[in-house]
C-alpha cells in the first residue's frame, strides 16, 4: 500500500493545478481539470458509482457500503496549489531513510536549524521538490491518501465499511471554489476535509470573521488658510488606529487569541479608508472587538465633525464549533478511529477559515485532518511518506465498520 500512495502522491503532484486570484470564473483555472479528469478516471476503475463532474470542477463519487450500514461518511481534499508561488513543472525528489541532515536541493537547502522538526522524521521517507516549486502536498497528499483508502477497500472487499463519498474540489487556495458544492446531494451525515497538517491532527474549532471597512471625511482647505477650519482625513485615520486596542494585532495573538488587522489604509486630507479585518473563535469576545471599533469611530465623531467616521462591519464566515458542538459524531468518530491505532491526537484550533468551516455552516459537519505534509505553499514544502500512510490509516478506520 505505501508504495501504491507513494506512485500515487508522485502522479497527482506533477500535474500543475495552481488557482488563480482575481478570475471572475470557477475554476479560476483550466487546468484544475486535468487533475479532475484523471481522479474521475481512477474512481470508475476504483469501481465507485454516481460520479459526477461539474462545470466548476467539483468531482463526487459513491462507494455503496458492503453491510447493511445507513451510515454516510464524506472525505473531501482540494485540487490546486496556491496562487502565489509556482506550481507548475514539479520535479518531486524522494528521500529513503532520511539522515536527520540539512537536505540540499537543486534550488535551495533545507535546513534542520530553520525547521527543527525534521530531526523527527530520521529514518522516514521524504518527498520534496527541487527547490524551485512548491511540492502541492497541500492538498495532493489529501486527495492520494482519499484515493489509496478507496483502493484498500477494493483489494480487502471482506472489509466492512459504511457508505463513502468522496469529493475533490477547486479553488480552495482563493476560497472560491466551495460555494458550488451541493451540500444536499453529496447526502453524508458529515464528513472530513483532508488537508495539509501534522498527521495526527484533527481541527474543528475555526475563527468567527467579519471585516470592517472605516471611511472618514476630512475637510481639504488650503493649508495657508487652514486654522481652525482643515479637518485632516489622514491624520484621524491614524488617531482612529491609535485608539483600537494595542495587542489585538495579529502580531501579538497566537493559539485561541483573536485580532482586529488592519488591511490596508489610503488617505488624502479629504477622505481616507481604512480595511479592516477582524478574528475571534469566541463570537462573544469578536462583538467586543467589533464594539471597540465602533466606539472608536463615536468617541471622534464627538470630537470632530458628526459623520466624519462611519464604519461598516460585514460578517464574514463563523466559527464551525458553534454547529458541531451540537452534534459531535464526526469528532468522535475520528478520535475513536486515532485511538484504535493508538495515535494521541493533537487537537488544534485554526487560525483562519477553511472549506470545512464554510461547509459546516451550509449543513454539512465538516472538521479537517491532517495529512503529514510540511511548510506548505513555498519551496520548502514536503511530505513525510509513512505520516500520510498513518492518514490513510486513519481515513480507513473511520469508514470502516
Ligand atoms: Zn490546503
Known amino acids: 500500500m505505501k508504495d501504491e500512495l507513494l506512485e500515487r502522491f508522485l502522479r497527482y503532484v506533477k500535474i500543475n493545478t495552481m488557482s488563480k486570484e482575481g478570475e ?20 470508475e476503475d476504483l469501481g465507485l458509482t454516481n460520479i459526477k463532474l461539474t462545470d ?7 462507494l455503496k457500503s458492503n453491510t447493511n450500514s445507513n451510515l454516510h461518511i464524506g472525505f473531501i481534499a482540494h485540487l490546486d496549489t496556491i496562487p502565489g508561488f509556482s506550481g507548475k513543472n514539479v520535479k518531486p525528489n524522494v528521500i529513503y531513510n532520511y539522515d536527520a541532515k540539512d537536505i540540499n536541493l537543486t534550488h535551495l537547502t533545507i535546513k534542520t536549524k530553520d525547521f527543527p522538526f525534521l530531526k523527527k522524521l530520521k529514518g522516514k521517507t521524504l518527498i520534496t521538490t527541487d527547490g524551485s516549486t512548491v511540492l502541492g502536498g497541500d492538498d495532493k497528499a489529501g486527495i492520494a491518501e482519499i484515493m489509496n483508502m478507496l483502493s484498500y477497500f477494493k483489494q480487502n472487499p471482506n472489509i466492512k465499511h459504511h457508505h463513502i463519498h468522496v469529493a475533490f474540489t477547486p479553488d480552495e487556495e482563493i476560497g472560491g471554489g466551495i460555494a458550488n458544492f451541493d451540500v444536499k446531494d453529496f447526502n453524508c451525515a458529515y464528513a472530513y476535509t483532508v488537508d495539509g497538517g501534522l498527521y495526527n491532527e484533527i481541527c474543528y474549532s475555526n475563527f468567527n470573521a467579519s471585516s470592517a471597512v472605516v471611511t472618514i471625511k476630512g475637510l481639504d482647505i488650503h493649508p495657508g488658510s487652514a486654522k481652525g477650519h482643515m479637518l485632516n482625513a489622514s491624520l484621524i485615520a491614524l488617531e482612529y488606529q491609535s485608539l483600537l486596542p494595542t495587542f489585538a494585532n495579529p502580531m501579538y495573538t497566537e493559539g485561541l487569541e483573536g485580532f482586529i488587522h488592519l488591511c490596508s489604509i489610503n488617505g488624502e486630507v479629504g477622505q481616507a479608508k481604512l480595511e479592516y479585518i477582524i478574528r475571534e473563535h469566541d463570537i462573544k469576545k469578536l462583538h467586543i472587538l467589533e464594539k471597540h471599533m465602533k466606539d472608536a469611530a463615536d468617541f471622534l465623531n464627538k470630537k470632530y465633525l458628526k459623520d466624519t467616521v462611519s464604519i461598516t462591519i460585514t460578517p464574514s464566515y463563523l466559527n464551525m464549533y458553534e454547529i458541531i458542538k451540537k452534534d459531535k459524531r464526526s469528532i468522535t468518530r475520528a478520535l475513536n478511529a486515532m485511538k484504535k491505532l493508538n495515535i494521541t491526537p493533537l487537537i488544534l484550533p485554526i487560525r483562519g477559515g477553511t472549506d470545512g468551516a464554510k461547509l459546516t455552516q451550509m449543513g454539512l459537519n465538516t472538521p479537517n485532518l491532517g495529512t503529514g505534509s510540511y511548510n506548505g505553499h513555498g519551496p520548502y514544502e514536503l511530505a513525510c511518506l509513512e505520516e500520510m500512510q498513518i492518514v490513510s490509516n486513519i481515513l480507513i478506520q473511520i469508514a470502516s465498520i
Open 56 to 62: 466548476e470542477c467539483i468531482l463526487t463519487a459513491y
Open 24 to 43: 471572475n470564473k470557477t475554476p479560476s483555472t483550466n487546468e484544475q481539470f486535468d487533475l479532475a479528469n484523471i481522479l474521475k478516471q481512477e474512481l
